[in-house]
Nanobody
Framework: QAQLEEFGGGLVQVGGSLRLSCSASGIILRIGRMAWYRQAPGAQRELVASVTWDDRTQYADVVRGRFTISRDNANTVYLRMNTLKPEDTAVYYC??????????????WGQGTQVTVSS
């Protein structure tokens, strides 16, 4: 009854920047925690950053100071990525806890967007 759609991935050189966005649509009463995860080739999926409904943020150590997560007053979360490194290359996934109009909370994943940092 809800879905997440990601935008903004692409190819960038070392030191460059990208901004990812993720918008939720469908039957939505409230969105709680929203987060970005990533999965590099041959690696496990890892948490990059998260933001709660009351704007508390969390970052992985390897991105802290370079990445910024934020959300608007609607149903969109952003990930601003600065000073990109080759090790940031991964598929980035949006994740969100979405409550529908019946009070049922469900965790959703986006389809993923590829970020490639070339050196």
């Amino acid at each position: 009854q809800a879905q997440l759609e990601e935008f903004g991935g692409g190819l960038v050189q070392v030191g460059g920047s990208l901004r990812l966005s993720c918008s939720a649509s469908g039957i939505i009463l409230r969105i709680g925690r929203m987060a970005w995860y990533r999965q590099a080739p041959g690696a496990q999926r890892e948490l990059v950053a998260s933001v709660t409904w009351d704007d508390r943020t969390q970052y992985a150590d390897v991105v802290r100071g370079r990445f910024t997560i934020s959300r608007d007053n609607a149903n969109t979360v952003y990930l601003r990525m600065n000073t990109l490194k080759p090790e940031d290359t991964a598929v980035y996934y949006c994740n969100a806890d979405i409550e529908d109009n019946r009070g049922r909370s469900t965790n959703y994943w986006g389809q993923g967007t590829q970020v490639t940092v070339s050196s």
